[in-house]
């Protein structure tokens, strides 16, 4: 098994520094024997050459997205090959935004990868914090948005989850993210998989794991479940307004 | 900028509402100068301004900086208008611009030391353009509002004005390339017996050259990306500092320019800011003597650090900026780099976001919580609405599970510990200064008196 961490020097905002250690460790868990690769981005992804089981990317500035964009070029048709195959890929944060057609920046257009079709648009005067529960396969993440892009498109087909409370891809939808296969990109950051075990567990399902165990599971589902109350308390807003 | 009867109507406006504020004991550091702002958009271009302009800058230490200028200045017979009780915000400058003026809007200070939130750089340099800027670093801070370094960097970064000198920290590999064209100076403190060769930080914001993306070669790393680095690939490195300290924490000096300083606490942080408000004033041409002499009399303000032995402990009470993985990873350095046995206390939730939201925490995964797993430390007690969420941060650090202790309720802070420890911490996020923290601070000491009485 081969998991692989994109640039995880510089795509690890929001959390995510802990987020794919904790992934790793709950992989190693697991799957003993498990490869785990970090690539860097002067560095060619093991992905081109090898069949990875999952990978994994973060929250990065506006820069490094346009870094990332260039690097991960030559490796499109290689993705979408993977994704095609059943590759798990998490794209958490600003990152699914490389995966777009494009970003739009004031008069700026970014051609993104293009392996989905919708496009995003960066507002950087504009930021946008809220909380996010959503409904994921028969689960409820508890979630965070913090970002200055609104992703725009017909996610109707291939959407990552449902929106109970928050938004979606922008403003006017509940539908959040997008899902292809096992391909889960989402604004959503968390980390989500230290702060959802049921997710975490369900990736570790779709690795092979047939009774995954997390790390620390005990005080990650207690936590989880003091923070689901408070998302779903009607009194407590999406936005605040501090 | 010509002074008219909308920048008049501004001005009176601002004073009669600091005066109505101040009658009523209300903080008057902010509303005042909205008012003139709204009134005159363009106030604090039309208002005259101090001399010497003074501004300092960076995520964390901008206010310890401002008081330490502010103190030093005062004490070598200075009068200087600061914004040191209030806003440091657009409105909080144009307050303390309209108070430090006469009603004809005149200067009535000679000397000004401002700290400005970097985000309102772009609204307060047009106007008031420092002669003077320290940065004292950039690293991550609040999610919501600052997103990231890079971002609070390109706020900077397209704002100060060109006649403004800039004083850098040398050791920032963010900061320290702030504005290459204008004229700067760096600071920095010389290696220390305490730095790495590699970063044990969950992340470094600066791990790859900004020039040509390789990873940085670090020379020796204090804290995320301060230190000293290279590029193999690239040549680029770390800035030549004029200003270069030797700093001993154990001893609480700090040799600068041939001159011995008293450092005002030994933590490495407070150090960093003491040596920034050195740099400028020895730029600006005071002596090194006259400073150290200034500095003696200087203490760090209640707010931001408070120590008391009692029955032969140490109890310490330190800000720890929540929302700020950053600083609170300082902290947690400089307290597992204590010697002694510790026990601590973590208070660091928002209280603002808790209300009627629940506060993004992720902040609190980029955090250094392992740091708090060193065998010197007996005890975590973490108090407030997210203690769940940090128990986790804790245990993913490495923190053994019978260490921790957790309640929703801050007010049970005090009782949560078993006070046995040489040192006893009490990290607090700075909106919890002065209530509750202030009192909390007051209920550990009682508690450790009451427990040698009962000796």
């Known amino acids: 098994m081969i998991i692989e961490i994109l640039y995880p020097s510089f795509g690890n905002l929001f959390g995510e520094s802990s987020g794919y250690l904790y992934l790793e460790r709950c992989v190693k868990l697991n799957f003993p024997q498990a490869e785990i690769v970090r690539t860097e981005i002067n560095d060619r992804p093991a992905f081109a050459d090898r069949d990875v ?10 820069s490094q997205q346009e870094m990332s964009i260039a690097a991960l070029k030559p490796f499109k048709s290689r993705i979408e090959q993977l994704i095609d195959a059943g590759t798990i890929f998490l794209a958490f944060s600003n990152s699914v935004e490389l995966f777009l057609s ?47 892009s609104m992703i725009y498109g017909d996610n109707s087909s291939e959407y990552m989850c449902k929106i109970l409370k928050g938004i979606g891809n922008n403003k006017d939808t ?30 570790l399902k779709l690795l092979g794991a047939e009774k995954p165990a997390l790390v620390e599971e005990e005080a990650a589902r207690a936590a989880y479940a003091q923070r689901l109350k408070e998302f779903e308390d009607p009194a407590r807003v999406v936005v605040n307004s501090h | 900028m010509k002074k008219n009867a909308r920048f008049f109507a501004a001005l009176w406006t601002a004073k009669l509402a600091a005066l109505g504020l101040k009658a009523l004991r209300r903080n008057a550091s902010y509303f005042p100068g909205r008012l003139a702002l709204k009134i005159c958009p363009d106030f604090m271009g039309r208002v005259d301004k101090p001399q010497r302009i003074v501004a300092v800058t960076g995520t964390d230490g901008k206010t310890t900086t401002c008081n330490l200028l502010g103190d030093i200045l005062t004490d070598q017979g200075e009068k200087v208008l600061s914004n040191k009780l209030g806003s440091n915000i657009d409105a909080g400058i144009a307050t303390s611009l309209a108070l430090g003026a006469s009603v004809s809007g005149k200067a009535k200070y000679k000397t000004a030391v401002f700290e400005i939130d970097e985000r309102s750089s772009r609204k307060i340099y047009p106007y008031v353009q420092p002669d003077y800027l320290i940065c004292t670093n950039l690293s991550r801070d609040s999610v919501g509002r600052n997103a990231h370094p890079e971002y609070i960097f390109n706020f900077i970064n397209s704002a100060v004005p060109k006649k403004t000198k800039l004083i850098l920290n040398g050791d920032d590999m963010i900061s320290c390339r702030l504005a290459p064209g204008n004229e700067h100076e760096y600071y920095s403190i010389a290696r220390m ?64 320019a041939g001159q011995n300083f008293d450092l005002k606490t030994d933590t490495i942080y407070f150090a960093y800011d003491e040596l920034a408000a050195c740099a400028l004033l020895l730029e600006a041409g005071y002596s090194a003597d006259a400073i150290s002499r200034s500095l003696k009399k200087i203490h760090i303000v209640e707010s931001r650090y408070l120590q008391k032995t009692v029955a032969g402990k140490t109890v310490i009470g330190s800000i720890s900026k929540g929302k700020n993985p950053e600083a609170c990873s300082s902290v947690f350095n400089a307290v597992r780099s204590e010697k002694g046995t510790k026990e601590v206390l973590l208070m660091l939730d928002d209280k603002f976001d808790q209300k009627n939201s629940v506060e993004n925490i992720c902040w609190q995964f980029d955090a250094d919580y392992q740091f708090l797993a060193d065998p010197s430390i007996e005890k975590v007690a973490v108090v407030g609405p ?25 007010q049970k802070g005090p009782d949560l510990l078993p006070l046995k420890a040489e040192k006893i911490y009490f ?5 919890y200064y002065p209530a509750p923290a202030r009192s909390l601070y007051d209920r550990i000491i009682k508690r450790v008196e009451e427990k040698e009485a009962s000796k």
């Open chain 1, 53 to 62: 089981d999952l990978v994994y990317m973060g929250g990065m500035t506006e």
């Open chain 1, 174 to 203: 509940q539908l959040e993210g997008l899902r292809r296969k096992n391909f889960m990109g989402t604004e959503m950051v968390g980390p989500l998989v230290i702060l959802n075990s049921d997710f975490t567990v369900y990736l």
């Open chain 2, 193 to 256: 017996p305490s730095d790495r060769t590699k970063s044990d930080n969950l992340f470094n914001d600066a791990a790859l050259c900004p020039v040509c993306h390789a990873p940085l070669v670090y020379d020796y790393v204090r804290n995320h990306h301060i230190g000293h680095a290279h590029c193999p690939s690239c040549g680029f490195e770390s800035p030549k500092a004029k200003y270069t300290a030797d700093v001993d924490l154990e001893k609480g000096t700090m040799k600068l």
């Open chain 2, 427 to 431: 990290l607090y996020d700075n909106y």
């Open chain 1, 102 to 148: 494009y970003i739009q920046d004031g008069d700026r257009k970014i051609e993104g990868l293009g392996l989905f079709k919708e496009y995003s648009a960066r507002y950087m005067m504009n930021r946008y914090n809220g909380i996010v529960l959503a409904e994921f396969e028969g689960m409820k993440l508890t979630a965070f948005k913090t970002q200055f």
């Open chain 2, 386 to 410: 997210r203690c769940l969420d940090v128990k986790l941060a804790l245990l993913l650090g490495g923190v053994s599970p019978d260490k921790i202790v957790t309640s929703f309720d801050t």
